[in-house]
Nanobody, 115 residues
Framework: QLPLVESGGGSVQPGGSLRVSCAAS????????MGWYRQAPGKERELVAT???????NYADSVKGRFTISRGNAKITVYLQMNSLKPEDTAIYYC?????????WGQGTQVTVSS
């Protein structure tokens, strides 16, 4: 098991910014992937962004140019900087870590964009 702890969600007005964080203690493969997914009410969970252990990033088209994923200095830390937020970004954001054949999920953090 690899408990992932997310933080940083909250409520913001359209056009605002938030940063969500995900951290864990433990050991993972040196060849790993970290990322963020989200799930809005009544919708399926969808990819937001991922970053590999060698720094390659991938973003959903809907967030390109607005969101930035990055890794922290600690081994299992990943951030998602969200700028120019829109109401359609409202969702529960889940952290993901893939290590070898193992996939770990965080408990989710709520992001609400509303005026």
């Amino acid at each position: 098991q690899l408990p992932l702890v997310e933080s940083g969600g909250g409520s913001v007005q359209p056009g605002g910014s938030l940063r969500v964080s995900c951290a864990a203690s433990g050991s993972i493969s040196s060849n790993n992937l970290m990322g963020w997914y989200r799930q809005a009410p009544g919708k399926e969970r969808e990819l937001v962004a991922t970053v590999t252990s060698d720094g390659r990033t991938n973003y959903a088209d809907s967030v390109k140019g607005r969101f930035t994923i990055s890794r922290g200095n600690a081994k299992i830390t990943v951030y998602l900087q969200m700028n120019s937020l829109k109401p359609e970004d409202t969702a529960i954001y889940y952290c993901l870590v893939r290590s070898g054949l193992n996939i770990y999920w965080g408990q989710g953090t709520q992001v609400t964009v509303s005026s």
